[in-house]
Each structure stands twice: as structure tokens, then as C-alpha cells.
């Protein structure tokens, strides 16, 4: 079952505009983790936030973190055309009992227009 | 250090067929995951493996099962195929069990007919 919602499902913005993305999910997390994938290819992790962090940033992303709305976002700053892409959310199980299951969102597909 | 590679990148299939899905992970890596993406149901967890062993498991049918070798290489299997199994079937790996990050392979699509 779904845990997260991304928010838009799609988003097309023109080159060097910043981009923001919305997760929310449903139960308590140990953290929360943003995925990129290219044309329905593999996922690649961009960033992890852990739930006792409220904002974390790695070159032009920037993930904040809102435990008490159940909410994420993403910001792109200075989008490229390369940064057109499906973005996932994905909520790791506040109890992973030694296993570990990542619950993913539907995604939001960011288009950069040159 | 070579990622995760998925074989075969595409297959095409009818239905009651089974199939066979490999993922080799990261070296060094010892957990292997498994996904399947749909446009309709999007991305969802079928199983883990450590150490040969099944340590989770997502809820799919029995149809769907897997196994790890000693040497951390994964197979999954689909039994008596039906047309929603087809999907994007996506193998992640870790160094650890219960590691954060995950690193996934390029998929392997799967076509049912």
C-alpha cells in the first residue's frame, strides 16, 4: 500500500526556476528519503532525513521535514534540464524489527523546459 | 565499483507463463530488495533477502517468490503469469540489512501478453 503522496503528480517549470515538491504519509517514520528516476528507469537516492531533522540540504536540493503534518518537501533550486525526472518520496517503518521496507509515494513528474 | 545489474532489461511473456528475474547487487552488498513499479499501483515492496534468507516480505501471492545465493545474487520468480504482472520489477541493494540507502538497478520490464 501507498504511504506517501507526492504533490503535484506533475510539474513543468522553465530552466533556473527553483522546483518544490510535497510528500505526506500516514504513520510514524525513522526517516524519509527522496529518489529520483529517469524514464521509467532505476531510482537513484538524492537525499535522507532522518525524523528528528527538520531540514537537510545536498548541492541544489533542499528536504525539509514536518513530523507533526506528516509532511516533506523538496525544493530544486536552479533547474536544469537535466532535473526532468520522476521524484519519489519513500518513508522507511518507525519499527523495522532488523528489516528494513521502503513504502514509496506515486511520485511527481518535474519537467524543465530549456 | 559497478552497480546493480539486472537481467535480462526486458522481457515479453504470456500469460501462465512463469518467469525468472535475476539481480546481481553492489559488491560487497548482502542485502538485496525487490520491487515492483506499475503505473497504477507505483512502486511496491515484494521481499528481502540477507544472507540467503527472506527477512520481509510485501503483499504480493504466493505466485511471487525469490531466493539469494551464498554469493549475494538474487532471483525472483513469477509463477502462472497474469497480464498485471506486468511491471517494471526493480532489485535494490545494501551493505547491511536494514541499511538506509538502497541502491537500485536499472529494472528489468516485464510484458505480459
Known amino acids: 500500500s501507498q504511504q506517501g503522496e507526492e504533490d503535484p503528480q506533475a510539474l513543468s517549470i522553465q530552466e533556473g526556476e527553483n522546483a518544490t515538491m510535497n510528500c505526506s504519509y500516514k504513520?510514524?517514520?525513522?526517516?524519509l528519503q527522496w529518489y529520483r528516476q529517469n524514464s521509467g528507469r532505476g531510482l537513484v537516492h538524492l537525499i535522507l532525513?532522518?525524523?528528528?531533522?527538520r531540514e537537510k540540504h545536498s548541492g541544489r536540493l533542499r528536504v525539509t521535514l514536518d513530523t507533526s503534518k506528516k509532511s516533506s518537501s523538496l525544493l530544486i533550486t536552479a533547474s536544469r534540464a537535466a532535473d526532468t525526472a520522476s521524484y519519489f518520496c519513500?518513508?522507511?517503518?518507525?519499527?523495522?524489527?532488523?528489516?528494513?521496507?521502503?513504502?514509496f509515494g506515486k511520485g511527481t513528474k518535474l519537467s524543465v523546459i530549456p | 565499483k559497478a552497480g546493480v545489474t539486472q537481467t535480462p532489461r526486458y522481457l515479453i511473456k504470456t500469460r501462465g507463463q512463469q518467469v525468472t528475474l535475476s539481480c546481481s547487487p553492489i559488491?560487497?552488498?548482502?542485502?538485496v530488495s525487490w520491487y515492483q513499479q506499475t503505473p497504477g499501483q507505483g512502486l511496491q515492496f515484494l521481499f528481502e533477502?540477507?544472507?540467503?534468507?527472506?527477512?520481509n516480505k510485501g503483499n504480493f501471492p504466493g505466485r511471487f517468490s525469490g531466493r539469494q545465493f551464498s554469493n549475494s545474487r538474487s532471483e525472483m520468480n513469477v509463477s502462472t503469469l497474469e497480464l498485471g504482472d506486468s511491471a517494471l520489477y526493480l532489485c535494490?541493494?545494501?551493505?547491511?540489512?536494514?541499511?538506509?540507502?538502497?541502491?537500485f538497478g536499472p529494472g528489468t520490464r516485464l510484458l505480459v501478453l
Open positions: 535494490a541493494s545494501s551493505l547491511l540489512a536494514g541499511e538506509e540507502t538502497q541502491y
Open positions: 504513520t510514524s517514520i525513522n526517516n
Open positions: 532525513i532522518r525524523s528528528n531533522e
Open positions: 519513500a518513508t522507511a517503518p518507525l519499527s523495522g524489527a532488523g528489516s528494513y521496507q521502503l513504502t
Open positions: 559488491s560487497g552488498h548482502r542485502s
Open positions: 533477502y540477507f544472507s540467503e534468507t527472506q527477512r
